[in-house]
């Protein structure tokens, strides 16, 4: 069974400043790792995912993401926070191997972005 | 390229009352699909998946259902709405496996 938990339900920071969202993940079997966008009244959309390759992510919008075994995490950052970035970003994990790939949601996290 | 769609996007609907809502995807065959519920201050819960047609597994009991008569076609339902069916109602598409799942726009669901 997988289980996936964001620590911070709201997260706060400057427009420039540095965005961290955190990730820690639980499998009993080699993990592939996501991370979406949903913006408000929208559906989610994929920033970036983790399938076994090169454990550092890059995605869409300047967002990356490492994936570090030894500590199972997934920790999504982006240098420089842009007005634009404000919106909930969930973490989901599923099971490498799986018939029919199911995801299972961290319960989100809220990035505001002041000006 | 594959795309998504729901419909409608935003419903009120009094409690007792039935609910019917479609998803449909274009561009892809024999997709793996999806229909999570999101409700207020809470994460997304996956409520029904298919891998084919006729096939539907649920993943917690509750007041809905779920039907796939078309390869691209899955439809929600529900007989006689309750308050607590009120959320943001989001489908899913992937390719087999433990593949990236597209979302649709999704459909605000208001049961009064």
Redesign the interface.
Known sequence: AQSVTQLGSHVSVSEGALVLLRCNYSSSVPPYLFWYVQYPNQGLQLLLKYTSAATLVKGINGFEAEFKKSETSFHLTKPSAHMSDAAEYFCAVSAGGTSYGKLTFGQGTILTVHP | SQTIHQWPATLVQPVGSPLSLECTVEGTSNP?LYWYRQAAG???Q?LF?S?GIGQISSEVPQNLSASRPQDRQFILSSKKLLLSDSG?Y?C?W?H???????????T?LTVL
Request: glycine share 18%.
């Open positions: 793996n809470r994460g997304l996956l998946y891998v943001f989001l899913a992937s087999s496996g433990p593949d990236t799942q597209y979302f649709g726009p999704g605000r």
